[in-house]
């Protein structure tokens, strides 16, 4: 049976976190007249807030609020009916997101890591309890798509979702593509506005990508996803040739996740530098945004855009989920997960994932280079399909690249395994597939 819950006149929240998305979540909460959302029918009322050296971020503007220094005190306190869990993190999160739920006190996350990880069992505490677990602003910032998916999608027979699902990833390369900035030089403006962290391993090595695609992998295809089945790559490996390389073969390149059905019962997972048509979508989407293309068996192509990292556009997210709470009325409760458990698919590998590739490679100058590597690439029964080397004074270490046909990327890893064992490699070379 599914539960039905009451409405609250006066949802009173607890809030764990109070760092740049759980300051904005408070204005928000907070603000009065023109400047304050339209919801006029719920009253979401902050009253306890929960933060590491608490004394630091104490704010004069939250009136009637309590302070504490542990969130755990969130998750028993009886004038506290949903928790927003924004500490981030996964041990003292999970710790506190469980115990919340088996309290009976309904949680809002933005944590992609802790669903990813835990998300199942979470689920499954909050059921026992009556509670609800929600996590919109988990994915895609401020873009509604697990909504859309859990609800708009329900009927579709859905074939693949890609995606730019980390902001921080696409603001670098964007402005290693508009401004001709190196790796470093960009991942510093992101980290000085805001964007990138003190240590950004997750974004530009793929894993908050990763999470974020296991979830969408679970609403969308009923599946359970743990990190292990999803092939994770940076974007460190890029240089601003490929750009100009990119340019030339009218793409540039894009962090995509993808989780693909193959025929024959399977699901393909990635997270990767992909270059994409310059025409494209996802070559429209610059800065710190997200986009999602979901592709439809039944209803054709589907394209979402919008902000993807920063404050604001995840305290809007959790926001949403504050209001839907506070409205359920006597609606039934629907799991953050869904009811949709489809038959197990197989992971596919690499031997189920057919495209045209990019293949950039960096060498000492010397002869026959060119020929050796298309030796092997036709050893692996790889097609060459273009090479372009522009001109370059430093010989001592040049780039080019050659495009390949469509083929397995099973082919395309050993024959690079092979050319990355001969002794003109100056550094690995770099192989993106080439999506529309």
């Known amino acids: 049976m599914t539960a039905i819950r009451p409405s609250y006149p006066t949802l009173r929240i607890g809030l764990a976190g109070f760092g740049t998305v759980g300051q904005a979540l408070a204005q928000l909460l907070t603000a009065s007249g023109p400047s304050a959302p339209i919801h006029r029918d719920v009253e979401l009322r902050i009253t306890r807030v929960a933060n590491r050296n608490v004394e630091r971020k104490r704010a004069g503007w939250l009136p009637g609020v309590s302070w504490h220094e542990d969130p755990l005190a969130l998750a028993t306190a009886a004038d506290v009916d949903a928790v927003v869990e924004l500490i981030g993190g996964i041990e003292k999160a999970y710790e506190f997101v469980k115990l919340a739920l088996a309290n ?8 992609k890591a802790l669903l990813a990880a835990h998300g199942d069992e979470l689920q499954a505490v909050a059921a026992a309890s009556g509670a609800s677990l929600r996590a919109e602003a988990s994915v895609a910032g401020g873009i509604p798509l697990l909504r859309v998916l859990r609800e708009s999608f329900v009927s579709h ?9 980390n902001g921080t990833s696409n603001f670098i390369l964007t402005e290693m593509e508009r401004e001709g900035r190196t790796y470093g030089e960009a991942l510093a403006d992101a980290q000085r506005l805001g964007y990138a962290e003190a240590d950004p391993t997750a974004d530009v090595g793929g894993t908050d990508a990763a999470c974020k695609l296991a979830i969408i992998a679970r609403i969308a295809f009923g599946q359970g996803v743990s990190l292990g089945d999803i092939r994770t790559g940076g974007i460190g490996q890029l240089r601003p040739w490929d750009f100009i390389y990119g340019r030339k073969l009218g793409r540039t390149p894009r962090q995509l996740g993808l989780v693909r059905q193959i025929p024959g019962d399977g699901l393909f997972l990635s997270v990767r530098t992909h270059m994409v ?35 604001a556009a995840t305290a809007t997210a959790v926001y949403s989920d504050l209001i839907e709470l506070s409205r359920c009325g006597q609606r039934p409760e629907t799991p953050f997960f869904g009811t949709y458990e489809a038959a197990p698919l197989h992971r596919a590998t690499s031997k189920d994932f057919v495209a045209p590739f990019y293949l950039r490679f960096v060498v000492r100058d010397r002869p026959g280079i060119l020929a050796d590597i298309a030796r092997c690439l036709s050893d692996h029964h790889i097609n060459i399909d273009a090479v372009l080397q522009l001109p370059d004074q430093h010989k001592e270490a040049f780039p080019f690249v050659i495009t390949i046909e469509a083929v397995a990327e099973s ?3 050993d024959a690079i395994r092979q050319i990355l064992a001969m002794d003109f490699n100056v550094e690995p070379p770099l192989s993106c597939p080439m999506t529309p």
């Open 411 to 413: 082919q395309v890893e």
């Open 277 to 311: 048509q310059t025409d494209s979508l996802f070559a429209s989407v610059a800065g710190p945004s997200n986009a999602v293309l979901i592709q439809s068996q039944d209803g054709g192509d589907f394209f979402f855009a919008g902000a993807g990292a920063g404050g």
């Open 157 to 165: 027979r859905l074939t693949s979702i890609s995606g730019i699902l």
């Open 104 to 111: 009976g006190k309904h949680v809002v996350t933005a944590n």
